[in-house]
């Protein structure tokens, strides 16, 4: 199985919802996104590439994609959502409703929220899977102004945010500072929203335990379906290859992205007939070669993105993989006169 077998976003009915509040033509953004006309009135499944694509669009197109966000966040119906979104509102408190969004967001897209509570504070890093470019900056905006708008309705409360954090520029600032209620820094290099870990505590006045044993049951089943139904392989391999400039990665890290322990991931890996050791040797291989192939980048950058302390550890890994020295193996490919290595 290949990673485009499950690299699938059904567009929610929420998109076309939200063009239309703000008075956006749909097909003018499917035609600047380069897309079939035919996704807008038909139930359309698109790839990831796609899905930034009409993204993309939809934020070239409004006159100030701040305010837009703001719109956004917080002009939708809760009856438009689909169950996998809509549980986190009938949460018992502000964390559970944030861990739902987190776990039942994966039926949705192939997007992980990472959230994690230290001292004061919890913070939520966003990652897409299947995607090695930047989220459209608009999606991010309006992901991470979603995620506080649940906390607002939820408890009733007003609640801020303590900082967000967004790796690109954004040119109507004070907006998004006005609704999270906190300073909004730019250009920071991550992007992350950082709460009060007390408001975590507060409980949903909209809470629905009732509603939540009918819709919990159905919401783990659809999910352990969807999981079983992707390659293990495929995913894990994505996440080596994300993270190999950090240095070796770990299982139990790797195990943790996925929702599953360490033992699980070794034993649903050796179903699939491979192993974490084999996959990290592959995703190493495969980024190697890729690499390679760009002329700007030299051997020791190439041994640190691949997460080697040394250069001569990488050299002898190649040659076990292609039978030669990465420099000849690259002259070979760009058709330029091989340099002897330089250990």
């Known amino acids: 199985m290949t990673t485009i077998s499950f690299d699938r976003i059904k567009i929610p009915k929420g ?14 953004v499917v035609r ?13 499944v698109v790839t990831t590439a796609q899905y930034f694509s009409l993204w993309q669009a939809f934020s070239d197109i409004v006159d100030d994609p701040a305010v837009a966000t703001v719109r956004l966040s917080t ?26 969004m987190a776990r039942y967001k994966q039926l949705c897209a192939p997007e992980r929220v990472h959230i994690a509570e230290e001292g004061e504070l919890c913070t939520i890093e966003l990652a897409w899977l299947y995607s090695d ?3 459209p900056s608009m999606l991010i905006s309006v992901t991470m102004a979603t995620l506080l708008t649940i ?31 906190c300073p909004v820094r730019v250009d920071s290099g991550r992007n ?30 659809s999910l352990e379906e969807k999981r079983r139904s992707k390659s293990i392989t495929e995913m894990v391999k994505w996440i080596m290859k994300r993270s190999l400039a950090a240095g070796r990665p770990d299982i139990q890290v790797i195990a943790g992205e996925l929702g599953m322990s360490d033992r699980t991931l070794q034993r649903r890996l050796t179903e699939e007939g491979t192993s974490f050791k084999q996959l990290l040797t592959d995703a190493r291989r495969e980024k190697a070669l890729e690499y390679l192939s760009d002329p700007l980048l030299d051997l020791k950058e190439v041994a640190f993105l691949l997460g ?19 420099t000849n193996w690259r002259a070979d490919q760009l058709g330029i006169q091989a340099m002897p290595p330089i250990h």
């Open 32 to 44: 600047k996104a380069e897309l079939p006309l035919t996704i807008v009135n038909e139930p359309a």
């Open 192 to 221: 992350r929203l950082t709460l009060h870990r007390r408001d975590l505590d507060r409980p949903f006045i909209s809470y629905n335990g009732e509603l939540l044993e009918i819709l919990t049951p159905a919401l783990d089943r």
């Open 151 to 181: 906390g607002r309705l939820g408890t009733g409360q007003p609640l801020s945010a303590r900082l967000v954090e967004f790796s690109y520029p954004i040119r109507n600032v004070q907006a998004l500072e006005a609704f999270f209620g």
């Open 308 to 326: 080697y302390e040394d250069q001569n550890s990488f050299f002898r890994a190649f040659r076990q993989w292609e039978g030669d020295t990465p």
């Open 133 to 135: 470019h930047p989220e």
């Open 75 to 100: 002009g939708f119906e809760t009856a438009q959502l689909p169950p996998s979104v809509l549980a986190p509102y009938y949460a018992r408190d502000y964390r559970d409703a944030l861990n739902r």
């Open 15 to 28: 998109f076309w919802l939200g063009l239309r509040q703000l008075n956006i033509a749909a097909h003018d």
